[in-house]
């Protein structure tokens, strides 16, 4: 059974930083595409980044600059670095990962949900 494991997530101020971690653990042959996706009140989830398994990202436009997504060397662990915060990034934000539990079996799995609120 393969599990991930999102955090970081906290109250800050605008202008502030923070840094989210997702493990992912369990029965795992290969990790592939990883990402962080985020739902505000009232709106659908939406990308943020996502990074390819040799470490390719791709950002939405409304955190590119301010945002950086990377891998762990093991590669199964996912980290979003998060300057400039704004208080529109205010959302629930869900680690993701395309995971192979033995060469011909894969599936996507999401993590818990970590809240990151800006407000002065």
């Known amino acids: 059974q393969v599990q991930l494991v999102d955090s970081g997530g906290d109250l800050v101020q605008p202008g502030g930083s923070l840094r989210l971690s997702c493990a992912a653990s369990?029965?795992?042959?290969?990790?592939?595409?990883m990402g962080w996706y985020r739902q505000a009140p009232g709106k659908q989830r939406e990308l943020v980044a996502t990074?390819?398994?040799?470490?390719?990202?791709n950002y939405a436009d409304s955190v590119k600059g301010r945002f950086t997504i990377s891998r762990g060397n093991a590669k199964n662990e996912l980290y979003l670095q998060m300057n400039s915060l704004k208080p529109e990034d205010t959302a629930v934000y869900y680690c993701?990962?395309?995971?192979?539990?033995?060469?011909?079996?894969?599936?996507?799995?999401w993590g818990q949900g970590t809240q990151v609120t800006v407000s002065s």
């Open positions: 993701n990962a395309v995971i192979w539990s033995s060469s011909t079996n894969l599936r996507g799995y």
């Open positions: 369990g029965s795992i042959f290969r990790v592939g595409v």
């Open positions: 990074i390819s398994s040799d470490n390719i990202p």
